[in-house]
């Protein structure tokens, strides 16, 4: 199985952050950002990076201070943080076109907001907490300058899918490819149904692979 890794990076100007990543065993495909959890880069996101390093992408998850929402995360700090990680990728050989982030729970907001402030190859979002929040996703969708899957579940929470039928909606007005998938019988961390999460990792290998080529 990939193993990952922790260190400490170090721009040019000074900025430092801690990354954990994985490499994959053979030819690296291109370079994905991951996006982790309020709860940090936990168990669960290395897994992720190491699943991710196994299909043949350079992943790396940045450590963002400030996660959760008592902890004030802004829009600035998950664009810092996206920029010396992509910067850290790019040190690392692979090309600025095969570039792409990805997010879970809280990091899927995130992975929006970075799909509307940079140029990606592809983005994904993967049952984002608060589209309404962070700030508010549906009014930043509409400019979105990155290919940009959303995978959200709704069960129990009819507000919630309503929300997510306006970000729908906001991101096809944008002038990239977006899709929306939404899995009524999964919560928005994808672990109250096995098989929507194994579908949601599938499509997200297959956003990754028609996208980053």
């Excluded at 992975?111 to 009014?139: D, T, Y």
């Excluded at 129990?156 to 490819?177: C, H, I, N, T």
């Amino acid at each position: 199985m990939t193993l990952t890794r922790t260190d400490d990076y170090t721009r040019a100007d000074g900025r430092s952050l801690r990354l954990t990543f994985a490499e994959p065993d053979g030819s690296i495909r291109g370079g994905l950002v991951v996006l982790h959890e309020g709860e940090g880069v936990t168990d669960g996101v290395r897994l992720l990076v190491a699943g991710l390093a196994g299909e043949g992408w350079l992943t790396v998850a940045p450590h963002i201070e400030g996660v959760g929402e008592d902890h004030g995360l802004t829009q600035q700090d998950v664009l810092d943080a996206t920029d010396s990680t992509l910067a850290w990728l790019v040190e690392h050989g692979v090309q600025a076109d095969l570039l792409g982030v990805v997010g879970f729970d809280l990091g899927g907001s995130a992975a929006l907001v970075v799909a509307s402030h940079r140029k990606l190859g592809a983005a994904v979002s993967v049952g984002g907490q608060g589209v309404s929040e962070l700030p508010a996703l549906v009014e930043i969708a509409g400019k979105l300058t990155s290919p940009w899957l959303g995978i959200y579940g709704d069960a129990g929470d009819e507000s919630g899918a309503l929300d997510v039928e306006r970000l729908r909606d906001a991101a096809a007005s944008a002038g990239v490819v977006t899709n929306v998938v939404r899995y009524p019988g999964a919560n928005h961390r994808f672990d109250a149904d096995p098989g929507a999460a194994a579908e949601a990792w599938q499509r997200t290998l297959n956003w990754f692979d028609a996208h980053l080529r």
